[in-house]
């Protein structure tokens, strides 16, 4: 089957992992995984600003990976770093705006110096939009999204209960503004979310693969989004009523493709005299 380029998903989110794996499996250290896996997200940022995908977010560096040995901790840092550093320039050529998505706190500061620059210089950027999760959790995301909306109802008198809403909510997330992820992509052959965007990928499809992240490139890319357009997405509905509904779409497709020739053929017929088909018909 062809990919279809004409219902892609708009948001892809993918958790990289098994890069420590990778390496082992080359008698190498776990630096070197990562240092490949690098790699393998420049690869995915391209195909995706290729394809035409609006919104990318990666997990790169999540609150628990804290917990991993200092050495690596740093490496990840330092790898982050330069990362953002040799890549500035290509993201303002390939108009990718980048994004940080976590918290502020505690990230090492020459690497959040890199992480504000690459967002201030492609701040007004919007092929693509990549969200790098770093010091990110879900988990933590929300309750900040609880303070904040707290925090902002206390300052303006008090909240009604009625004001509580999804839509509301949502607004305090790091990820306002942005459509939830269509596709969550997992590497590494882990079935688990692992605290990552767990309130925006409540309707994400889920795509699990034994491939390793630094082996993870634009044909696999390519298989997911494949897989994922198989998927019959209901939103709660049957799958009658999503059928009729996809048959309604693409009547009133090709109801509107025939009154877009009837006009072209209208203008090409009837340089004068005859009226064109009226444009709101
Ligand atoms: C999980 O693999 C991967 C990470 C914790 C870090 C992801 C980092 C990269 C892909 C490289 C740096 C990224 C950027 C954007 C510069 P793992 O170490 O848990 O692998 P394992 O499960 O095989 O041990």
Aim: hydrophobic share 40%; charged share 30%; net charge neutral.
């Amino acid at each position: 089957m062809e990919l279809d380029l004409e219902s892609l998903p708009r948001h892809v989110a993918i958790i990289m992992d098994g890069n420590g794996r990778w390496a082992r499996q080359r008698m190498r250290n776990r630096f070197f995984g990562h240092k490949k896996g690098t790699e393998a997200v420049r690869s995915v940022v391209t195909c995706c600003r290729d394809l035409g995908i609006r919104y990318l977010t990666l997990y790169a560096f999540s609150k628990e990976n804290w917990n991993r040995p200092e050495r690596e901790v740093k490496a990840l840092w330092g790898l982050l770093g330069k990362f953002l550093k040799a890549e500035l320039p290509d993201l303002i050529k390939n108009e990718i705006r980048f994004q940080h998505i976590g918290d502020d706190d505690g990230i090492p500061a020459f690497a959040f110096e890199r992480i504000r620059t690459a967002e201030i210089q492609t701040a007004h950027l919007g092929k693509l939009v990549l969200s790098l999760a770093v010091n990110y959790g879900g988990r933590q995301e929300i309750t900040r999204a609880a303070r904040l909306f707290l925090a902002d109802a206390m300052k303006n008198g008090g909240y009604a209960t009625g004001q509580i809403s999804a839509e509301s909510f949502s607004h305090y997330l790091y990820t306002a503004g942005q459509p939830d992820p269509d596709l969550v992509i997992r590497t590494g052959g882990e079935i688990r979310v692992s605290n990552f965007l767990l309130w925006q990928i409540a309707y994400a499809e889920l795509y699990f693969t034994e491939i390793l992240w630094p082996d993870f490139g634009k044909d696999d890319l390519i298989e997911a989004l494949k897989e994922f357009q198989h998927r019959e997405r209901r939103f709660g509905r049957t799958g009658e009523q999503v059928r009729e509904h996809r048959e309604v779409s693409s009547d009133c497709a090709a109801e509107t493709a025939h009154i877009a020739k009837a006009r072209s053929d209208d203008k090409q017929r009837a340089p004068s005299g005859l009226s064109p088909i009226p444009k709101d018909n």
